[in-house]
């Protein structure tokens, strides 16, 4: 079978699985497919995203990224007017735009690969070099600051780990990144004095849950007991103490993976991750085999970006990561997520089909003189 149709096919039984997930912690669920449910809401949110792979699918994906000056600036447009005009959630971060349905961070998870692939192929002579380093670190670190003072930790994290998986795809060497985790460490010094007070709880209560358990402790402890209580079978769907009594704090976004597990146990969560785990190796084969460097990058990056936003949210699920509001892709609650989800495996079946007619005779980590 090809690599896009088993795309396309893990992608469906991930959303599929998403709304069965967020149906049976949704305290509306008797509204059905009505909109005042978080059910009813993704089910809209999945016809829309699923509209939009028709289009990221049929069009050249070379077009867009050719456009990745455009986009890279209505990012920060879009960033900038979440600072000035953006909605407060429960937290006090401003994050949001149109009445709490739009997070324009999330966005960007699409838009800067998009436009490092651009900046990269159009710079490939200088590959690599002390100066392409610090110009694209600058580029990156632009959004980076503005989704960081929203404040937006999880995906500040998340597009500084695609800009490192850049680096570390297009060959830069150990000389380089020692230079990256120079200027990190002193980035991260600066940025602690920035942090909310609730984000710097979570970093501590990594480290110590039972030091507040009713407090700052609270989310990571009901979730490991909601994952102990599934045990191996679970305790089966709509079921389970932790989720159904809403003991367990945001069970349909940040925590859903222990809600899961909860009602489907230790094995409904292995097979979750092991569909997860599928559709990135696929995702990696769609990068080995694109016909550019264009496609090549862009299907990598997307790669690192989902990556690292698995390990995240099942490893702060499990207490072995801090608490971060990164999600599970797919899985979790969140129109912005889910349509930006779905278009990127929209140009991940395009770099596949292209990929089909052309392959490019090149290295993973890639000879840019080609």
């Not at 896009?4 to 039984?13: F, R």
């Not at 490192?164 to 460490?185: D, E, K, T, W, Y």
């Not at 092991?274 to 190796?281: D, E, K, N, P, R």
């Amino acid at each position: 079978m090809r690599n896009d149709k088993i795309l396309l096919c893990l992608a469906c039984v991930l959303c599929f699985l998403g709304l069965v997930a967020i149906y049976s912690v949704d305290p509306a669920r008797e509204a059905g497919w009505s909109m005042q449910s978080f059910f009813g809401r993704q089910f809209f949110w999945n016809v829309f995203g699923w509209s939009l792979f028709i289009f990221f699918a049929l069009i050249d994906y070379r077009v867009l990224v050719k456009l990745g000056w455009l986009w890279y600036f209505l990012l920060l447009l879009a960033l900038g007017a979440v600072l000035v005009f953006g909605e407060s959630d429960e937290t006090g971060a401003r994050r949001w735009i149109f009445s709490q349905s739009v997070q324009p961070s999330e966005f960007a998870k699409i838009i800067l690969p998009l436009f490092l692939s651009f900046y990269l192929s159009k710079n490939r002579e200088n590959i690599p070099s002390y100066a392409l380093l610090l110009k694209s670190g600058f580029w990156v670190f632009l959004p980076v600051g503005l989704i960081f003072l929203e404040p937006d930790l999880g995906t500040s994290l998340v597009l500084l780990v695609v800009w490192l998986g850049m680096l570390f795809i297009s060959g830069f060497g150990r000389n380089h990144f020692a230079l990256v985790g120079l200027g990190l460490g002193g980035i991260g010094a600066v940025g602690w004095s920035f942090l909310k007070d609730y984000q710097k709880e979570r970093l501590f209560t990594f480290l110590d849950p039972w030091k507040d358990p009713l407090g700052s402790g609270y989310n990571v402890l009901q979730s490991q007991i909601a994952i102990g209580a599934g045990g191996l079978g679970g305790q089966g769907w709509l079921s389970g103490k932790q989720s159904q009594l809403r003991f367990l704090p945001a069970r349909h976004t940040d925590f859903i993976f222990a809600s899961w597990c909860e009602q489907m146990g230790f094995l409904g969560g292995v097979a979750l991750i092991l569909l997860l785990g599928f559709f990135i190796w696929i995702m990696i084969r769609i990068a080995r085999h694109a016909p550019d460097l264009e496609g090549k990058l862009l299907a990598s990056l997307f790669g690192v970006i989902f990556v690292f936003q698995v390990l995240v949210n099942v490893g702060m699920n499990m207490g072995v990561m801090p608490v971060t509001g990164i999600p599970l892709p797919f899985v979790s609650y969140g129109g912005s997520a889910l349509v930006v989800n779905v278009a990127i495996v929209g140009l991940l079946y395009n770099i596949a089909n292209s990929g089909r007619k052309k392959v490019a005779k090149c290295r993973f980590r890639w000879d840019y003189q080609q």
